[in-house]
């Protein structure tokens, strides 16, 4: 289109509230609504990378970019563009508010090798009308909240931003139109180069600015617009709601790059050896002197190109600080699980290990002796046992109970496995048994409740959100996943002294480990000190010891002990069954539920409708201790 040509009015864009508004614009930038709302971003950028204005704009849920450069064309139609918005928004929304975003100018004084930093300050303008006036103290107070790199802002009022030629074409004659303006700092940017910023405060800025803007939006609805669509059942609105509720297709295909990756390798199969019974019977032959010589399976990937595909998914085109946020964290715990497996069986195993899974605080530390010390070993009494196919029969029953209830349950399956240890893990959707194990039958059910019940359904539920990083678990999700395991086996009166003790020595033979104690001491400390048997004592030890020093089974207990917290802090367990998720994720559960982004848990755990279980919760919540409840009543 020519400089002088006048800009074609498009159709009337066709919102309808079911799918999101796109379109490029001929002259450069673009329009997005997630859906119809009663503000937009505007931004209109200057030919340079890494512009924050729209950045940020472009991550909102409804905004409209346009460049500097060419600036009649793009201008006139990004103008065309925000008139034939605002002829349908303001139909359902006739108070309506628009944010123009800019990026300030760069001090020319600060140098690279100035002490000096580019000022950390916010313009911010408003229109003479009370709304404006009323929403920029919201925004001013949001704003100045925000803390990166130990520096907080300074926001200046200053006057209204004029609005661009075009964008003032399409407000003439509208009524009920709040404007503000707002100018944002260049912190980002090193100091003497036009091209390079440093990312982390990039990144760090466009999320506290997005935040803060959606705080003075969800301030404009509640005080102005009172836009019953947008509001939550107490009537006020939750400002993340205003966020975007529909995934890009980066997302999709970043999620989706980073299942396969998560896929293509059983991390705890590729670190767990496959000669479990035969080390025990070697390591008794020896006299129990020398420590045993484990043997793993090859692995089925190469760890170097898996790690090559997983910094090649491109983030940065999420356009969600959230969930970037969510990628970045879960790319980095596969990196180091990658990097575990690269140095099975060598000393720099246990280092990587302490990485991803941390070392023992002195909390948890103090937490298992206080558990040894309370319940020392001693006969409780012997109870018939069933073998690894009763188990297997058992836990096909409860997957079906579940699967009449919630139908995509139908992917769970069980599997018999001669190739791991006595016991149960679960992989996914599959729920694993050694053909070795042998379990006392009153502790079957609280076993399955712990591995279907928590671990099963929340890959199920996880698996039916529209991101599946939901169901192969959230960065850090697997302390609080076994804590919520070992919660359900305390809850449905199966949480055995002797369980509890072995996961008190896991804590201790993880803290002997990395105080530089061997495979030998270690077992003598349990057999010795603490009453395991010998054989118990070398499973113990061997789950720690495997491939060189895995910090994991630390996280039992650990986990165990942020559960109990979060329900003696009276705070509802709801938001940990939507996937598998860390403590730390139930705010993001939260906000991505509010923006419509998640879905209701499919099914919730059988174990919480037991009237048992309820009043287990129950006593919890009033403040009783565990260890306390469990000396009343022991199980068996």
């Known amino acids: 289109m020519s400089a002088g040509a006048p800009a074609r009015k498009p159709p009337a864009p066709h ?9 490029r614009l001929p002259d450069g930038g673009r329009v997005y609504l997630d859906r119809p709302l009663p503000f937009l971003l505007l931004a209109r950028y200057p030919d340079a990378p890494f512009s924050l204005a729209r950045r940020i704009a472009s991550i909102g849920a409804a905004s409209v970019i346009w460049p500097e450069a060419g600036d009649e064309p793009a201008d006139a139609s990004a103008g065309i563009q925000v008139g034939g918005l605002l002829d349908q928004l303001q139909a359902d929304y006739p108070r309506f508010l628009l944010v123009d975003l800019h990026d300030l100018p760069r001090d020319a004084s600060v140098q690279e090798q100035s002490p000096r930093l580019e000022p950390f300050d916010f313009v911010l303008g408003a229109s003479d009308d009370p709304a404006a006036r009323e929403v920029a103290k919201a925004l001013e107070r949001a704003l100045a909240d925000i803390e990166i790199d130990l520096r ?3 926001v200046r009022r200053s006057g209204l931003l004029p609005a661009s030629p075009g964008i003032q074409a ?3 004659g509208r009524e009920g139109i709040s404007r503000l303006s707002l100018g944002i700092p260049q912190i980002h940017r090193i100091p003497g180069d036009g091209r390079r910023i440093y990312p982390q405060i990039y990144h760090q800025l466009e999320v506290a600015v997005s935040d803060a ?7 404009f609805v509640e005080r102005v617009a009172a836009g019953d669509r947008d509001r939550d059942r107490g009537g006020r609105p939750q400002h993340r709601s205003f966020g975007r509720r529909r995934f890009v297709q980066a997302a999709t295909r970043a999620d989706r790059a980073l299942a396969r990756i998560s896929a293509s390798f059983d991390f705890l199969l590729g670190v767990s050896p496959i000669n479990t019974l035969q080390a025990w019977e070697e390591f008794e032959a020896g006299k129990r002197r020398r420590p045993p010589e484990f043997r793993y399976r090859p692995l089925p990937i190469n760890p170097d190109a898996a790690k090559r595909r997983l910094y090649a998914i491109d983030l940065r085109a999420v356009e969600d600080p959230v969930l970037e946020q969510l ?12 990097m575990m497996l690269q140095r099975r069986n060598t000393s720099a195993f246990r280092y990587v290990s302490l990485l991803q899974y941390g070392a023992v605080e002195r909390s948890l530390l103090e937490l298992a002796r206080v558990i040894l010390e309370a319940f020392p070993p001693g006969t409780r009494g012997t109870a018939p046992r069933v073998d690894a196919s009763v188990v297997q029969a058992e836990a ?6 579940y699967a009449q209830r919630a139908p995509a349950f139908a992917i769970a ?5 001669a190739d791991i240890g006595p016991g149960l893990m679960v992989s996914g959707r599959s729920l694993l048994i050694s053909t070795a194990t042998s379990v006392p039958k009153p502790r079957l059910d609280p076993l399955l409740q712990h591995e279907i019940s928590v671990h099963v359904l929340t890959f199920v539920n996880g698996n039916q959100q529209g991101l599946g990083i939901f169901g192969a678990g959230l960065a850090g999700y697997e302390g609080l996943q076994e804590g919520l395991g070992v919660l359900a086996e305390f809850l449905v009166g199966g949480l055995t002294v002797a369980r509890l003790r072995l996961l008190a020595a896991r804590v201790l033979v993880v803290e002997a480990m990395l105080d530089g104690a061997d495979f030998i001491a270690c077992h003598r400390l349990l057999h010795r000190e603490h009453g395991f048997s010998a054989h118990g004592a070398f499973n113990i030890v061997t789950r720690v010891f495997r491939s060189g020093g895995l910090t994991k089974d630390a996280i039992y207990l650990r986990g165990f002990q942020q559960a109990l917290r979060w329900v003696a802090e009276g705070r509802p367990l709801d938001p940990f069954w939507y996937g598998k998720i860390a403590e730390r994720h139930v705010p993001v ?5 509010s923006r419509g982004m998640l879905r209701a848990p499919v099914a919730t755990p059988e174990f919480l409708e037991r009237p048992g279980a309820r009043a287990m919760l129950s006593r919890l919540r009033q403040g009783q201790s565990f260890i306390d409840m469990l000396r009343e009543d022991p199980p068996w």
């Open 15 to 23: 919102l309808d509230g079911e799918h999101a508004y796109r379109r």
């Open 152 to 154: 907080k802002p300074e």
């Open 170 to 172: 399409a407000l003439e």
């Open 213 to 219: 803007l959606l705080q003075a939006v969800a301030h």
């Open 327 to 338: 990628f970045g964290e879960k790319r980095i715990e596969l990196d180091q699980q990658l």
């Open 396 to 401: 096909q029953r409860m997957l079906g109970r």
């Open 413 to 417: 399956e069980t599997c018999l496995r």
């Open 589 to 593: 559960v939260e906000e991505l539920e």
